[in-house]
Structure formats: C-alpha cells, structure tokens
C-alpha cells in the first residue's frame, strides 16, 4: 500500500532525505484526483510497495517542483504547469500527456437547494455563502468563476465567495456547512448519497484537461507508472471516479 503524505509535509521533505524513497516512485498528485489515484496505485502496485502519493494543490505542487521537490511523476488539474515545466526545460513535451478531463459540479449538502432550478439559486443569491477552490492554485477555482462570469453572477455573487486553497478543501467547505453550496469537482461527491447538485454544463467554462509528468531523471518505477495511466485498467479506474477520458493513442 503506498504512503500518503500530504503537500504541506514537503517543506521538512526537500532536500532528498526526507523522504525514504528506496526503489519507490514519488507521485505528486492534484487533490480532486487523490482517491482516484489511490485506487490506480492499487492496480499498479499489485501488492508492492512501490509508489508514494503526495497530494495537494496543482499550483503548490507545481512551487514545489520548481523548487526541488524529489517527485518522479506530477498528476497535475491543468495544462498550464505541465506546459510551464516544459518551457523551463524540466520536461520534454514527450513527457505529459492529458489523463483526464474534469468535470465541475455545483453541490450542497441541502438535497432541496438544487433540486429544480441551480441557475435561479445562484441568480437569487439567497445563502451567504458560495464555497470553490482558490482560482490562482486550482483549476477548478478558475473554472468555478469562469462559470459564474458566464452567467453574469460573478460581480454579484463576489461577497458571497470563500475559498478553500484546494477543491478538495471547497468540499469540505460544503459538507461541514460552512457554506451552503460550492463547486468541487464530480469526483469529490461522486459517492455522496446525500445532497443535491448540478452538473455545470462544460460551455460554461473552459475544459478542465488534467495533464500528467514524467520528471526529469524519473526511476524506472516512474516510467512504468506513467506508461500504466495509458493503459485500459488505468483509464476505466478514471472514468470510474468521474473524470472524462482523452482520445487513446492506441
């Protein structure tokens, strides 16, 4: 079973001792893919100890690569930190690809709230407060207020907002009721039986392509694993989570 640390871990982490790598692969991981992710690393690893999760933010997952962090592999939420790692020269464009598409969804915990009208939820702004992730570190914060811009809700709406720095964090947001409806990413409620929500439909904000990165120097645990995601068990463990899947090269 891997070990899961979580990204805040990594400041005492840098520096190459911090964690006990052996022959394992370091996955950095985007937080609305972490359980998804999981059950890949369960596939993958077949009883052995050869992957280590490390979820977070895509923006501060990104920060700390930049910065030294010992990842083999990056499952990012965008596009634009992949191509950012390219264009410093970290990566070939050889070494990412899009693994998933993601999906947005306006959830409350309340199951009356988005039962019949979520546009007219939204435009009333009736409840005081609107829960997403932080647009300037996850792609699901961006597309949260892309949507809300292209309803014309956002200037209106913008006392109502709080942030988590994550959607997964935008989730629990919701779930603790500490606001009364959020954006958070299909995958996050996906296995919630309570509630109600409502699909954002995808024209309302630009697609949320979910790239994954082989690093640099990368072990052969890594190349393997990235290879993997391609593979047919891989992407039905994706689509099983609720992610769309990118055209196959095979």
């Given at each position: 079973?891997?070990?899961?640390l979580a990204?805040?871990?990594l400041?005492?982490?840098l520096?190459g001792?911090g964690?006990?790598r052996?022959?394992?692969?370091?996955?950095a991981?985007a937080?609305n893919?972490a359980?998804?992710?999981e059950h890949?690393?369960?596939e993958f690893?077949?009883?052995?100890?050869?992957?280590?999760?490390?979820?977070?933010?895509?923006?501060?997952?990104?920060a700390q690569?930049?910065?030294?962090a010992?990842?083999?592999?990056?499952?990012?939420a965008?596009?634009?930190?992949p191509?950012?790692?390219?264009?410093r020269?970290r990566?070939s464009?050889?070494?990412t690809f899009?693994?998933?598409?993601?999906?947005?969804?306006?959830w409350?915990?309340?199951p009356?709230?988005?039962?019949?009208?979520p546009?007219?939820?939204l435009?009333?702004?009736?409840f005081?407060r609107l829960?997403?992730?932080?647009p300037?570190?996850a792609p699901?914060?961006?597309a949260?207020?892309?949507?809300l811009?292209?309803?014309?809700y956002?200037?209106?709406?913008q006392k109502?907002?709080?942030y988590?720095?994550?959607v997964?964090?935008?989730h629990?947001?919701v779930?603790?009721?500490n606001?009364e409806l959020g954006?958070?990413?299909?995958?996050?409620?996906?296995a919630?039986?309570?509630g109600?929500?409502w699909?954002v439909?995808?024209a309302?904000h630009a697609?949320?392509l979910?790239?994954?990165?082989?690093?640099?120097a990368?072990?052969a645990?890594?190349v393997?694993?990235?290879d993997?995601?391609?593979?047919?068990?891989?992407r039905?463990?994706?689509?099983?989570?609720?992610y769309?899947l990118?055209?196959?090269?095979?």
């Open positions: 079973m891997a070990r899961y990204a805040a871990l400041s005492v982490l520096g001792a964690i006990a052996a022959d394992a692969a370091v996955v991981v937080t893919f359980t998804a992710a890949l690393e369960r690893e077949a009883g052995q100890d050869r992957l280590t999760l490390v979820a977070g933010s895509t923006g501060k997952l990104y690569i930049v910065h030294g010992p990842f083999d592999v990056l499952l990012s965008d596009q634009e930190r191509a950012a790692l390219v264009s020269g990566i464009v050889e070494q899009t693994y998933a598409v993601g999906r947005l969804v306006l409350s915990a309340d009356q709230l988005l039962q019949v009208d546009r007219g939820v435009g009333a702004g009736r005081r829960a997403l992730a932080n300037e570190l699901y914060g961006r949260a207020l892309q949507t811009r292209s309803l014309g956002d200037e209106a709406l109502k907002l709080v988590g720095e994550n997964g964090q935008a629990a947001l779930a603790t009721g606001a954006f958070v990413a299909h995958a996050n409620v996906i919630e039986r309570r109600s929500r699909p439909p995808a309302l697609p949320v979910q790239d994954a990165v082989l690093l640099n990368a072990s645990e890594a393997a694993f990235f993997f995601l391609r593979s047919a068990p891989a039905r463990v994706i689509a099983r989570f609720g769309g990118p055209e196959s090269d095979d």
